[in-house]
């Protein structure tokens, strides 16, 4: 995460081969995008299997100011 703070530019996060995440991944990642808004950049989700995106959703991760999910939204029922 140090890393990722001290970066210049936004950060993007390559979630394409995470095939299980919890509530403690959202609230790390969350954590993150704080920081990074905080030094006027954003952090951007990208690749995330249907199964971890709709727990992004869920959790409300993708509406933090400086979260972005890359990728397709579900259609509404």
């Known amino acids: 995460m140090t890393r990722a703070i001290r970066a210049q530019d936004d950060v993007v996060v390559d979630l394409s081969e995470l095939v299980f995440a919890d509530t403690s991944l959202m609230l790390d990642l969350a954590m993150l995008a704080r920081r990074l808004r905080a030094h006027g950049r954003a ?25 972005r999910l890359d990728g397709p939204t579900p259609a509404l029922a």
Request: charged share 15%.
């Open 43 to 67: 952090i951007l989700l990208r690749g995330a299997q249907p199964q971890i995106s709709t727990l992004i959703r869920l959790v409300g991760l993708d509406r933090l100011p400086g979260v």
